[in-house]
T-cell receptor, first 109, second 115 residues
Framework: AQRVTQPEKLLSVFKGAPVELKCNYS??????LFWYVQYSRQRLQLLLR??SRESIKGFTADLNKGETSFHLKKPFAQEEDSAMYYC???????????FGQGTELSVKP | GAVVSQHPSRVICKSGTSVKIECRSL??????MFWYRQFPKQSLMLMAT?????????EQGVEKDKFLINHASLTLSTLTVTSAHPEDSSFYIC???????????FGEGSRLTVL
């Protein structure tokens, strides 16, 4: 079965520190991987998708098929990055998204 | 960007009553919509996949008679929580797939409180 695992429920860092939010998945095929962000009292919004290979708000994520990981990284965290981050997997375009448990990122001043 | 709107954003009802939540894609046609349930600071649990003009596909463990889903048009899907109980209190979120890229857009969510 497809599964997405985010091992950290809460990640707390100081402003300017590097951040890495971990995501591992289990799927035998070639999935699409995404990172979604949910700021306080706002709707879920797409942050990154692995096929676009772009950097959004300074965040990057590389799909590592060997390790079945899609970790989210940012070299210098900002206070406005504080939010819930969800890693998600989809195994065909238009299909359902399967979410990880989410990691709450807290960036302290 | 594309917009998905849910209504109502908050609803409080008495135990035993039914509540309907609407999900609309405002500027695109969505052949497929998804309904999720989210508990505070927890993951989104997929409840069902809603396809326009056909019966919804429910995930394992989700009662289809409890959570009625109707996708009557390409821009509207509804979730009706029937005979609501306090344990149904939750945040319900819908999402819609836009054709082409298959990008998924999320509604703002509807918070249901059953007294």
């Amino acid at each position: 079965a497809q599964r997405v695992t985010q091992p950290e429920k809460l990640l707390s860092v100081f402003k300017g520190a590097p951040v890495e939010l971990k995501c591992n998945y289990s799927y035998s095929g070639s999935p699409e991987l995404f990172w979604y962000v949910q700021y306080s009292r706002q709707r879920l919004q797409l942050l990154l998708r692995h096929i676009s290979r772009e950097s959004i708000k300074g965040f990057t994520a590389d799909l590592n098929k060997g390790e079945t990981s899609f970790h989210l990284k940012k070299p210098f965290a900002q206070e406005e990055d504080s939010a819930m981050y969800y890693c998600a997997l989809r195994y065909n375009q238009g299909g359902k998204l399967i979410f990880g448990q989410g990691t709450e990122l807290s960036v302290k001043p | 960007g594309a917009v998905v709107s849910q209504h109502p954003s908050r609803v409080i009802c008495k135990s035993g009553t039914s509540v309907k939540i609407e999900c609309r894609s405002l500027d695109f046609q969505a052949t497929t919509m998804f309904w999720y349930r989210q508990f505070p600071k927890q993951s989104l649990m997929l409840m069902a996949t809603s396809n326009e003009g056909s019966k919804a596909t429910y995930e394992q463990g989700v009662e289809k008679d409890k959570f009625l889903i109707n996708h009557a048009s390409l821009t509207l899907s509804t979730l009706t929580v029937t005979s609501a109980h306090p344990e149904d209190s939750s945040f319900y979120i819908c999402s819609a797939t836009r054709g082409g890229t298959g990008e998924l857009f999320f509604g703002e969510g509807s918070r249901l409180t059953v007294l």
